[in-house]
């Protein structure tokens, strides 16, 4: 089973809102990373976390809060957005932060207003 | 600076013409290379990693190559549920993604 699960599917908050998506993955992995990806772009990496610590922050704004509260769970926690932040944000795990392959969830389709 | 050139941006195939696409890098410290498949508004499907040059992975109508340089997907007969972007990445200390080629295979 290579499934990394993301919820919601689809998130439409205003900017004053709060809101978290969540992501997990039942792999064993130890490593996990939250994506971002505009329209017709490549996936740009936000955040890495190898076992269970944050070791990446891609010079990501404040707004995003990452936590790993286990080696299974991810989340991305939101708090006053901006309209260009509306986009598909996706996990992704991989058995290390090393060489190994990572697989992705199928993503989560924010829109800000 | 770590950089991956993928070439076309974008392929129309007819059903059944085989052809190649490309992935150069120049990367310190490579530590895999990978192919990923990905549909419209769906997070990207895993195809093959490649590790040293010379490496070739198989899959269906799919064949992944590995050179010092670049990578090749190439695809055989392909299929219009063959179209997609598919994603060239490599591992440094990150995953770093090409800008992907769009593949339409017409019937």
């Known amino acids: 089973d290579t499934e990394v699960t993301q919820t919601p599917k689809h998130l439409v908050m205003g900017m004053t809102n709060k809101k978290s998506l969540k992501c997990e993955q039942h792999m064993g992995h130890r490593a996990m990373y939250w994506y971002k990806q505009k329209a017709k772009k490549p996936p740009e990496l936000m955040f890495v976390y190898s076992y269970e610590k944050l070791s990446i922050n891609e010079s990501v704004p404040s707004r995003f809060s990452p936590e790993c509260p286990n080696s299974s769970l991810l989340n991305l926690h939101l708090h006053a957005l901006q309209p260009e932040d509306s986009a598909l944000y996706l996990c992704?795990?991989?058995?290390?932060?090393?060489?190994?392959?990572?697989?992705f969830g199928q993503g989560t389709r924010l829109t800000v207003v | 600076e770590d950089q991956v050139t993928q070439s076309p941006e974008a392929l129309r195939l007819q059903e059944g013409e085989s052809s190649s696409l490309n992935c150069s890098y120049t990367?310190?410290?490579?530590?895999?290379l990978f192919w990923y498949r990905q549909d419209p508004g769906k997070g990207p499907e895993f195809l093959f990693t490649?590790?040293?040059a010379g490496e070739e992975k198989e899959k269906e109508r799919l064949k992944a190559t590995l050179t010092k340089k670049e990578s090749f997907l190439h695809i055989t007969a392909p299929k219009p549920e063959d179209s997609a972007t598919y994603l060239c990445?490599?591992?440094?200390?990150?995953?770093?993604f090409g800008k992907g080629t769009k593949l339409t295979v017409n019937p």
């Open positions: 490649l590790y040293s």
């Open positions: 990445a490599v591992k440094t200390e990150k995953l770093v």
């Open positions: 992704a795990s991989s058995l290390r932060d090393r060489n190994t392959e990572a697989f």
């Open positions: 990367v310190s410290g490579l530590r895999g």
